[in-house]
């Protein structure tokens, strides 16, 4: 147990300490480039936008941590988002989030199924999930067309509302899924279990762990918290439309990655992806206030990502 | 190999020697190419009126996501993955395309080879940058999607440009019998001139070792971080050749990256190639994408609604996969 904590940089102080850094940096940065930025407002909107960003950084965390990836979480959070919009009008709300969230354990348990009984590349298992999910949203649209509904009041609520003008609302989800996630992989057996399968898969196994149920729970989760963020998501733009989550995806990657979670498993962890989201979110927005063209910001965006990434590699391979 | 060196070796008649062991190399290409013989069979039988115009039209919608999957292919053998390819053919597409616009068929010959040296470099870039920084290819390739089509944004606001007319008549019509696209041949031959004898030198060779075990090829003494640039590079070239059909087949340049990046990488595991690398070619990879396509012809041919086509498109996909590691578990238990 002490050789699985050991391997553990998110629970090195100097690296997190290095994530966060940057994150004030940037922050520091914003504030030179446009003077009187940053403020409390301003930090609530930078939180606000952050959230659903760091639960899908979460499903790519928690599926990296074993050696995977999960691509589906576009699409999953896209059909969530759409689905419980067209059932508001009919079964209401709470059938609505009850039934998307069915639909997206559903897309899950295929996926789990597929990576940890059949070994598929879970790349291609969930490449694969995600044209699936999104031709069936597609093919729901068609069928609910009359329906028309819209993201509910509530969800709108909750996704875009804010406390005293300045606290996110999504907060109030997002901070006891982050704590079940921080505390699930730091003090349950089954967190310990995914560092264990994705450290050593053989030695994993060796040790009795039974990695097929593991990684079908694993992507179970993984599309639930998609699910979760899709519904934030809807209630932040106030649309519902079945590839509103897409242009998450690579970002989401990206912020587990800068967050310090290794894409070659065993290595990371949710506290490092979520500095990782507001990097990338304070990223964004300064980008957006210098008022570069969209074309300027696509590059630097990606640029630095690449900067970030490789300075991270480089301080994991000195320590 | 043995196989090879055996019919060296032994006496009899070589020519069935070889012939059964280049089957043996290649028993999932012609599993695909049956299968896509049967698939033809089909879709006449669903479809009688299917004749030239309906190859003639394959030919031309499969070439780009063809030379993508080619250009994955290169990559994927050697261990990486490259998910810039889209953005990629977009950047090479809108230059192209722009750089056409007005000009004489003399200048667009410049303009097409200035943009397959441009795909070079964006290869080349890539790679370096992944062998450099150390940082997964993943992700390296991932961000450097973003840049990419921010290049190609700052190319071309808007969908614009135009192409060469003998560039669009390359891949229009079709060559000798009315039965033969030209498109097809003009994919066959550049693949053909551009991989087979790189296959066959040192590179060739360097990539598949570099890709089923980077250490035993670096102890063998290949360089392992100039074979992982050269992969990028010509999977570069290959993502220009990409760019540039698409900009003869639409006769326009459009900044925004089609869904290229993950269908080629679709398209690369249907063909046969390991995403752990070392494995397959690209000859594979290519059949599959005309297979996939045809099965989306066929599926409109049923009245099938296009939504439930992705949802096929999805669980071939995964089906395919899973049948294969299920063949491989049960001869690893046997």
């Known amino acids: 147990m002490s050789a699985v904590e050991e391997v553990r940089p998110a629970r090195n102080p100097w690296l997190t300490w290095v994530t966060w850094r940057r994150l004030f940096a940037l922050v520091i940065a914003s504030e030179l480039a446009r003077p009187g930025i940053v403020s409390l407002d301003w930090a609530g909107v930078i939180v606000r936008a952050a959230v659903p960003l760091a639960i899908l950084a979460g499903c790519q965390t928690l599926t990296m941590l074993t050696g995977g990836i999960d691509l589906s979480v576009g699409a999953v959070a896209s059909m969530s988002g759409f689905v419980l919009a067209t059932l508001v009008s009919g079964p209401g709300v709470g059938a609505g989030i009850i039934i998307a969230l069915i639909a997206a354990a559903l897309a899950g348990l295929l996926s789990g199924i597929g990576v940890g009984v059949f070994r598929v590349h879970p790349l291609i298992m969930t490449l694969g999930m995600g044209l699936i999910v999104l031709g069936l949203a597609n093919w729901w649209q068609l069928v609910m067309v009359q329906a028309g509904g819209g993201t509910p009041e509530v969800i709108r609520f909750i996704g875009s509302a804010r406390f005293e003008g300045i606290i996110p609302v999504n907060l109030v989800v997002f901070i006891p899924l982050a704590v079940l996630i921080l505390l699930g992989l730091r003090r349950t057996g089954y967190g310990r279990m995914l560092y264990a399968i994705g450290d050593n898969p053989v030695a994993a196994r060796l040790a009795g762990a039974r990695a097929w149920q593991v990684l079908i729970v694993l992507y179970v989760i993984s599309a639930v918290l998609a699910a979760i963020a899709g519904f934030l998501i809807s209630g932040l733009t106030n649309v519902a439309s079945v590839s509103l989550a897409d242009s998450y995806v690579l970002p989401s990657v990206a912020a587990a990655v800068i967050g310090g979670t290794s894409i070659f498993g065993g290595r990371g962890g949710f506290g490092g992806t979520i500095v990782g989201a507001l990097i990338l979110t304070v990223l964004a927005t300064l980008l957006n206030s210098l008022g570069y063209p969209e074309a300027v910001r696509q590059v630097l965006f990606g640029a630095i990502i690449v900067v970030v990434a490789a300075a991270y590699t480089r301080v994991t391979a000195e320590s | ?334």
């Open chain 2, 1 to 334: 190999m043995s196989a090879a060196t055996d019919a060296v070796t032994r006496p009899g008649p070589r020519v069935a020697d070889a012939m059964l062991s280049f089957a043996r190399r290649n028993t999932w290409t012609l599993a695909l190419l049956g299968f896509l013989a049967l698939l033809l069979v089909f879709t006449k039988l669903i479809n009688p009126g299917y004749g030239i115009p309906g190859v003639q039209g394959l030919a031309i919608s499969v070439l780009p996501l063809a030379l993508a999957a080619v250009a994955q292919a290169i990559v994927v053998i050697t261990g990486g993955i490259d998910l810039s390819i889209g953005s990629m053919m977009a950047l090479t597409s809108v230059i192209s395309a722009s750089l056409m616009l007005g000009q004489s068929p003399e200048f667009a010959m410049f303009v097409v080879l200035g943009t397959l040296l441009l795909g070079i470099v964006l290869g080349t870039v890539n790679g370096t940058l992944v062998v450099v920084t150390r940082v997964p290819d993943i992700v390296v390739t991932l961000a450097m999607s973003f840049v990419w089509a921010g290049c190609a944004l700052l190319v071309l606001r808007t969908p614009g440009g135009a192409a060469a007319p003998w560039l669009r008549e390359l891949v229009l019509g079709s060559v000798l019998i009315p039965w033969i696209p030209k498109a097809a041949v003009v994919l066959l031959v550049v693949v053909a001139v551009i991989w087979i004898p790189l296959r066959r030198s040192r590179f060739g060779l360097s990539i598949y070792a570099v890709g089923s075990n980077r250490l035993a090829a670096f102890r063998s003494g290949v360089s392992v971080g100039r074979t992982k640039v050269l992969a990028y590079a010509v999977a570069g070239l290959f993502a220009a050749l990409a760019g540039l059909s698409l900009t003869a087949s639409t006769g326009i340049g459009t900044p925004v990256p089609g869904p290229y990046t993950l269908q080629s990488v679709a398209a690369v595991v249907l063909g046969g190639v390991s995403l752990a690398g070392g494995r397959g070619g690209v000859f594979g990879p290519l059949v599959a994408v005309v297979i996939l396509q045809l099965i989306r012809t066929d599926m409109t041919f049923l009245n099938v609604n296009t939504n439930l086509a992705t949802v096929a498109q999805g669980a071939i996909l995964v089906g395919v996969v899973m049948a294969g590691s299920i063949i491989e578990m049960r001869r690893r238990r046997a």
